[in-house]
């Protein structure tokens, strides 16, 4: 019930009974105990009125002053909770995936060196092993070309 229709209902009431009352002596006892009746019931009823009024009001206040304290708090926790989830979960792909082309490179860098490393030792070892060869055939057939070949000797004579 609206409050102002609650007090303006007891003031006409209130007003009905002044007028009833005779002015020209002292009141009868009837009429100011409906005075103090209608008094009586124009407090309660503007107190019942007001208390739901406020008590609505309050509480409808204290859900939203509740609910919008209660949101921000829970976003936040939620907000820092995903936040570090997706900071770790971020940190471990980038991690495996760091390792993975890392390792690929230096596997690979590894491997040229290796080759090329194994390919210049081959390399001279070869040559060193041909060279040596070469040299002592070379020698040997120069020797024999410049020594003439000798003939057999004669049989002997008997």
């Known amino acids: 019930m609206d409050i102002k229709k609650v007090i303006a209902d007891l003031t006409a009431r209130y007003r009905k009974l002044t007028e009833q009352t005779p002015s020209s002596g002292l009141a009868s006892t009837g009429a100011v105990a409906d005075i103090n009746a209608a008094r009586e019931a124009g407090r309660e009823a503007g107190y019942e009125a007001g208390h739901a ?7 409808e206040a204290g859900h939203e002053a509740g609910h919008a304290e209660g949101y921000e708090a829970g976003r936040k926790v939620g907000h820092e909770a995903g936040h570090a989830e997706g900071y770790e979960a971020g940190r ?6 760091g390792y993975a082309k890392g390792y690929k490179a230096g ?5 040229e060196a290796g080759h090329a490393e194994g390919y210049e030792a081959g390399r001279e070892a070869g040559h060193e092993a041909g060279y ?7 020698y040997r057939i120069g020797l024999e070309a410049k020594t003439p070949p000798q003939s057999e000797p004669p049989p002997p004579e008997s």
């Not at 009024?53 to 509480?59: D, Q, T």
């Not at 471990?92 to 995936?97: I, K, L, S, T, Y």
């Not at 596997?107 to 491997?111: K, P, V």
């Open 92 to 97: 471990e792909v980038g991690h495996d995936a």
């Open 132 to 138: 040596e060869k070469g040299y002592g055939e070379g």
């Open 53 to 59: 009024e406020g008590y609505g009001s309050g509480r």
């Open 107 to 111: 596997r690979e860098a590894g491997h």
